[in-house]
């Protein structure tokens, strides 16, 4: 058996630089080598839950409804925080008027659902208001963020509110007591006219009173 031999004074220092490299290379090693994921981390698209026939009402201060989500189907993903829904309807409430009633095939609503995104074809309704006026509005691809009331797409948007029909490319509307409806491009508008009861009756060649003489 043979052992080695005991360094002297003068190898002392080559053998304490050997050491301090070999622990700086062990420390690099750590530092460059993939860590190891904690079991608390979420991995990138991981659904955490889903819900059947969602109902969600977002209330005010006063407790009033903002606005209403409903889905058939809610498929919530822990990564960012997002929704994807199946057969979305939004509700949005106005403070003096009918709601606006937002339907969409599918959809995607961010953390806290501060903003929908609602793909494919969207119809968008609205009741008659106080002067009578009914809208009716037929797009794609809806971005919405409802505690604005605002609502814009860049496709193209049939809008019919009676005895007005309007289309173009893109639109930006502010939905609420105040609306106003942008469209973007290729504007075209159509106002029917409808004849009042008088013209209607003197078309119909309405007879003069007799004059009766004295």
Known sequence: MTLSAMPSKRDLPVYALLIVAALGSGWLAEQLSPKEQSASRKEPGQIDYYSLNLLRTITDESGRPKHLLYAEKLTHFQDDDHS?????????????????????ERGTASSKGKEVFLQGPVLVLRDADRNGRTIRAETSNVKIRPDDHYGETEDFVQISSPPDDLSGVGMQVHFGEALKVTILSAVRRKHDVQPSRARREGSHGAKPKSVRNR
């Open 84 to 104: 994807e829904l199946d057969r979305p309807v939004l509700t949005i409430y106005s403070e003096d008027g009918p709601p606006w009633v937002i339907h969409g």
